[in-house]
Every structure is written in structure tokens, then in C-alpha cells.
């Protein structure tokens, strides 16, 4: 069973930087893209970061400049690294992974991690 298991989330004051993780397990053959959204209290999930298999990168122009995606292909982990954060960055952040096990494609999504920015 593939599972998506985010972590790093927390309490930061605006300015400050936070490291989210994503790490892959499970029955896994390949992963291709992989992205990370979030979703703010009464808001929809958004796409903020995006990479594809080879390292290629897009990002949402609300966080383009402050946060920087990232993969280690090896080990199946997934990261984001956030710095200069605001008040608005204030929410739960997943994971997302389009990756093959043995059997079949599919896009599989994380728990989620809180992350608040706040003073």
C-alpha cells in the first residue's frame, strides 16, 4: 500500500522558515510529478509548487522567491523549504505524488501538515 506521510509543520513567526517533508512508502515503482498544495481556512486547495521527475520547477507567484521545492529521488522524499513567511502562508499544507507501484498509476495525496505563521 502507497502511503504520502508530510511532516515539519508547526508555529513560526513571520520572517521565519520551516522545512516540509513528504516521504513515499510503500509498493513504489516510479514516482513522476510530484507538487505541494495548501489550503487556508475557508479557501480552496492551491497549488503552490510543482516538480517534475527530472527537476524541473514551477511555482505559484505567491511564494515564487520565498520557497524552493525539491526531491530526493533516492530515498523518495519530497521537500519544501520556506523562508521569509507571512500570515498568509498560515495553512495545511499536502503533499502529492503521480507515481506507479507494481500494478497500475495513480495520483495519491498526503495527511497534511499544519503550518501557522504567526506572532
Known amino acids: 500500500q502507497v502511503r504520502l506521510v508530510e511532516s515539519g509543520g508547526g508555529l513560526v513567526q513571520p520572517g521565519g522558515s520551516l522545512r516540509l517533508s513528504c516521504r513515499a512508502s510503500?509498493?513504489?515503482?516510479?514516482?513522476?510529478?510530484m507538487s505541494w498544495h495548501r489550503q487556508a481556512p475557508g479557501k480552496e486547495r492551491e497549488l503552490i509548487a510543482f516538480?517534475?521527475?527530472?527537476?524541473?520547477?514551477n511555482y505559484a507567484e505567491s511564494v515564487k522567491g520565498r520557497f524552493t521545492i525539491s526531491r530526493d529521488n533516492a530515498n523518495d522524499i519530497l521537500y519544501l523549504q520556506m523562508k521569509h513567511l507571512k500570515p498568509e502562508d498560515t495553512a495545511v499544507y499536502y503533499c502529492?505524488?503521480?507515481?506507479?507501484?507494481?500494478?497500475?498509476?495513480?495520483?495519491?495525496w498526503g495527511q497534511g501538515t499544519q503550518v501557522t505563521v504567526s506572532s
Open positions: 516538480i517534475t521527475s527530472g527537476g524541473s520547477t
Open positions: 502529492n505524488a503521480d507515481l506507479a507501484d507494481y500494478t497500475s498509476s495513480a495520483d495519491y
Open positions: 510503500g509498493n513504489i515503482f516510479a514516482i513522476n510529478n
